[in-house]
């Protein structure tokens, strides 16, 4: 199943609230995990992005939590 049917399903299952603000996380991801030579700015503020972003991925982890106790998988 490609990445963003896979995303766009657990927007449907309530364990993310924003495919699209997913989508757009993951773009961040890329850019930060990509160096090439002269895009440091382009670094430092995916990171600095990712750090504001931080309290949106906890509740990320706290739904997928839920969703997984509420089948008994953990």
Not at 8 to 34: F, P, Q
């Amino acid at each position: 199943m490609p990445m963003i049917d896979i995303i766009h399903k657990l927007e449907k299952l309530s364990v993310i609230e924003d495919a699209e603000k997913w989508l757009g996380l993951r773009e961040i991801r890329n850019m930060v995990t990509h160096e090439y030579p002269g895009n440091e700015k382009e670094i430092v503020d995916g990171l600095n992005e990712l750090h504001e972003q931080s309290l949106y991925l906890s509740s990320i982890l706290e739904n997928l939590l839920v969703y997984i106790k509420k089948r008994n998988w953990l």
